[in-house]
């Protein structure tokens, strides 16, 4: 089983249209459920999976966006909000192939609001084995150590737990030792310091590396085109897939967290998750809308991941 806490859930709109000027009409426009967390999740349920999600939602936007992530089979547990979900926007110009995206700021979410949603989350996980997912930046308002304290209370439930999270939160939550983070290239440097201690970057799997010897558990950073790699501390994988970029990269990284989970509880290796994570990722660049995607597709692509061990690149070793 697959579970989401949603703090900053969004009502995601896609529209494409002719060009980005003047009045456009649609060509067509896409409603879903959204926000990082209720991406992944709605990743998962699109490949199979059993998902519930607990979400904080407010006014009309909210009850949008409870009924869409109902219909596309995620179990919603709404936590009322005071104020009214956000909305994101995201313009795909058919004239020039370019995407504009205009994202509203996370809604505050009062002590008690969070409060009842991680009651309501480790409430849940005792019924819910299997992995649960904390994925998006906080809202401003968000108590400190939230998210710590969240990895900690479901792990004490009984859960693993995934975090896909950035800046202070991200920092906190790796301190409670998750079974796994994921991040992207440029907010694993953020955690772990942007140089080394000779000024250059760090490489990718030095990266890995030094997340994993604060947590332990598995690591997984995506690095755009250059692909996706992990490390569960003793091996690392590096995943690529050439030849189906797509032009709707919106919601893939969060596809990518829905696949890999639902590969990783269905009991797959790490090199197997790896690809279906990849596969899920570049399924939904394919089409209009944040994590959506044809889990055919997904599936078949996962046959054209490239996944390959670096014994040269162990953890901690330069490229």
Same mark, same amino acid.
């Given at each position: 089983?697959?579970?989401?806490?949603?703090?900053?859930?969004?009502?995601?709109?896609?529209?494409?249209?002719?060009?980005?000027?003047?009045?456009?009409?649609?060509?067509?426009?896409?409603?879903?459920?959204?926000?990082?967390?209720?991406? !992944?999740?709605? &990743? /998962? =349920? %699109? *490949?199979?999976?059993? @998902?519930?999600?607990? +979400?904080?939602?407010? $006014?009309?936007?909210?009850?949008?966006?409870?009924?869409?992530?109902?219909?596309?089979?995620?179990?919603?547990?709404?936590?009322?909000?005071?104020?009214?979900?956000?909305?994101?926007?995201?313009?795909?110009?058919?004239?020039?192939?370019?995407?504009?995206?205009?994202?509203?700021?996370?809604?505050?979410?009062? !002590?008690?609001? &969070? /409060? =009842? %949603? *991680?009651?309501?989350? @480790?409430?849940?996980? +005792?019924?819910?084995? $299997?992995?649960?997912?904390?994925?998006g930046g906080l809202p401003e308002s968000a108590p400190e150590g939230l998210?710590?304290?969240?990895?900690?209370?479901?792990?004490?439930?009984?859960?693993?737990?995934?975090?896909?999270?950035?800046?202070?939160?991200?920092?906190?939550?790796?301190?409670?030792?998750?079974?796994?983070?994921?991040?992207?290239? /440029?907010? %694993? *440097?953020?955690?772990?310091?942007?140089?080394? +201690?000779?000024?250059?970057?760090?490489?990718?799997?030095?990266?890995?590396?030094?997340?994993?010897?604060?947590?332990g558990g598995l690591v997984v950073i995506t690095d755009g085109a250059a692909?996706?790699?992990?490390?569960?501390?003793?091996?690392?994988?590096?995943?690529?897939?050439?030849?189906?970029?797509?032009?709707?990269?919106?919601?893939?990284?969060?596809?990518?967290?829905?696949? *890999?989970?639902?590969?990783?509880?269905?009991?797959?290796?790490?090199?197997?998750?790896?690809?279906?994570?990849?596969?899920?990722?570049?399924?939904?660049?394919?089409?209009?809308?944040?994590?959506?995607?044809?889990?055919?597709?997904?599936?078949?692509?996962?046959?054209?991941?490239?996944?390959?061990?670096?014994?040269?690149?162990?953890?901690?070793?330069?490229?």
């Amino acid at each position: 089983m697959i579970s989401a806490i949603a703090l900053s859930p969004s009502l995601d709109v896609t529209y494409v249209v002719d060009e980005l000027e003047g009045i456009q009409r649609p060509r067509s426009v896409h409603r879903v459920a959204g926000g990082k967390a209720l991406n !992944a999740a709605r &990743a /998962a =349920a %699109a *490949l199979g999976a059993r @998902v519930s999600a607990v +979400a904080v939602l407010g $006014g009309g936007a909210g009850q949008d966006v409870s009924a869409g992530a109902r219909a596309d089979g995620v179990d919603v547990h709404v936590v009322p909000g005071t104020e009214p979900t956000r909305a994101c926007i995201s313009i795909f110009s058919a004239g020039t192939g370019r995407l504009t995206e205009v994202y509203e700021r996370a809604v505050p979410v009062s !002590a008690s609001e &969070a /409060a =009842a %949603a *991680l009651d309501t989350a @480790v409430e849940l996980a +005792a019924g819910r084995p $299997g992995w649960w997912l904390i994925s998006g930046g906080l809202p401003e308002s968000a108590p400190e150590g939230l998210l710590a304290d969240a990895v900690w209370r479901l792990h004490d439930a009984g859960v693993r737990v995934a975090v896909d999270s950035h800046g202070a939160a991200l920092h906190d939550a790796v301190g409670a030792r998750p079974d796994l983070v994921k991040v992207n290239r /440029a907010e %694993a *440097l953020e955690l772990v310091g942007a140089g080394g +201690a000779d000024g250059v970057e760090p490489s990718v799997p030095e990266l890995l590396a030094a997340v994993h010897s604060r947590t332990g558990g598995l690591v997984v950073i995506t690095d755009g085109a250059a692909g996706a790699w992990a490390t569960d501390g003793a091996q690392v994988l590096r995943a690529q897939l050439t030849g189906h970029t797509g032009g709707f990269p919106v919601g893939s990284g969060d596809s990518f967290l829905g696949g *890999l989970l639902v590969a990783l509880d269905g009991g797959d290796d790490l090199a197997e998750a790896l690809a279906l994570a990849t596969a899920t990722g570049t399924a939904n660049a394919q089409v209009p809308g944040a994590a959506i995607l044809d889990p055919t597709q997904a599936r078949r692509l996962t046959q054209e991941v490239q996944v390959t061990t670096a014994p040269d690149l162990a953890p901690g070793r330069r490229t």
